[in-house]
């Protein structure tokens, strides 16, 4: 988007821009505004069922409301949300570009581009948002320029990619900058993380154990970056097992599952972890996907006396995909018998297809990827 804003302003200098973006915009968004915006479009009703299913239980069972960041489908409910917005700035005659809550709008005149913002937020109040004071601003001239550039990111990113001899040294102080902020900007953590994981430099390893629990939005990158070195500090994964037990991630399930992943990914194990996923799994008021990868790590890392109890709570379980994650577990950790499979297969047409597959004996299940580098090189 900056690229694109440079570039226009370049062939239209006289051009004003006015920046702009939405005050805590992801969980402001509205789920009911938002399910009827669905209802406009060609998708199956079990999609937007499920959907709202656990949007609903996203906003009714966790000190959370809104949809949760990070994942590629909230970014393109996001997008969705805002398409009005869009089209009215479009019927205005402006060009504008926007990256998720963030807004640029050029304009020939400083009056023009004031009518245009207080339209955006008089239209964003309909959808119960509102732009973000501080942050709204016409520049012009130079200023435009300069806010497009950011230098220095580009510079490190340019510098890592030639592999220059001052990049790394130019990484470490943005960090060590940004880290110091209150509160660090999410953005700038995912740059410096992305990074420092590209020339495996463990500077932030660290600062991440002591403040992982106050940045859960950038849990994904955070802990794909850890992961990457694993291998060297072994006390890595007591301190993802204490973040899943004793941290404020514990309110943010899509933190929760990357968590997760990285305990599975990394064979973490011990009884704190073991504990840490049955009470996950347990907890009817978690989210399903947190419930999944609840389950199974647990097939792959109990014992057998702990296995027994995944397929007694399999017979009780209710929820499709959590009962078909707690199948594949008790497989993992040798609790399925090929007659138990068969009658499971006749049973339940919900997971017939997964009992079969069991069935053919597999001798290792595929495990969902969210970054192939969880993997650790694999």
């Known amino acids: 988007m900056q690229r694109a804003g440079r570039t226009l302003h370049e062939k239209h200098p006289s051009l004003l821009l006015a920046r702009t973006d939405i005050t805590a915009y992801y969980e402001h968004i509205d789920i009911d505004i938002l399910f009827t915006d669905l209802m406009g479009l060609a998708i199956p009703s079990w999609s937007q069922d499920t959907l709202e299913n656990f949007l609903r239980a996203f906003n009714g069972l966790s000190h959370a409301w809104g949809i949760p960041q990070g994942s590629d489908a909230s970014g393109l409910l996001a997008n969705l949300y805002l398409m009005p917005l869009d089209l009215e700035i479009a019927r205005l005659g402006h060009r504008h570009f926007r990256y998720s809550d963030d807004i640029y709008i050029f304009g020939d ?4 581009l004031r009518e245009v913002l207080l339209k955006a937020n008089r239209l964003l109040r309909y959808r119960h948002l509102n732009l973000s004071g501080p942050k709204t601003k016409i520049m012009a001239g130079r200023e435009i320029q300069a806010h497009f550039e950011d230098k220095e990111k580009d510079a490190i990113s340019y510098g890592i990619d030639i ?8 990484l470490r102080s943005f960090f060590d900058r940004i880290s110091k902020e209150d509160p660090p900007n999410p953005r700038d953590l995912r740059f410096a993380f ?22 859960p939005h950038v849990a994904r990158e955070a802990l794909l970056y850890l992961s990457h070195f694993h291998m060297r500090r072994p006390e890595l994964g007591d301190a993802v097992v204490d973040l899943l037990t004793n941290s404020k991630l514990t309110i943010y399930p899509y933190a ?9 990914r990394n064979r973490v194990q011990g009884k704190r972890a073991i504990d840490a996923a049955w009470r996950l799994l347990l907890d009817k008021n978690k989210e399903s996907f947190v419930r999944e990868f609840a389950a199974r790590y647990l097939g792959l890392n109990s ?27 008790c497989y993992e950790s040798r609790q399925c018998s090929e007659s138990w499979l068969r009658v499971v297969s006749n049973s339940d047409p919900t997971i017939r ?3 079969d597959y ?4 597999p001798g290792e299940i ?13």
């Open 358 to 361: 069991l069935r053919s004996n």
């Open 109 to 112: 005149d400083w009056i023009t």
């Open 194 to 215: 992305t990074q420092l994981l590209r020339i495996e430099d463990a500077r932030a390893v660290d600062w991440l154990l002591a403040n992982m629990g106050e940045i």
């Open 366 to 378: 595929p495990f969902p990827v969210v970054k192939r580098r969880y993997d650790n090189g694999a």
């Open 353 to 355: 297809f997964t009992a």
């Open 256 to 264: 929760e599952q990357h968590l997760l992943i990285y305990m599975i």
């Open 303 to 329: 014992s057998s006396g702990e296995a027994a109890g995944l397929r007694q709570e399999f017979q009780s379980e209710a929820h499709p995909r959590v009962r078909r994650a707690m199948l594949i577990a």
């Open 163 to 170: 592999a220059a001899p001052w990049a790394p040294d130019a």
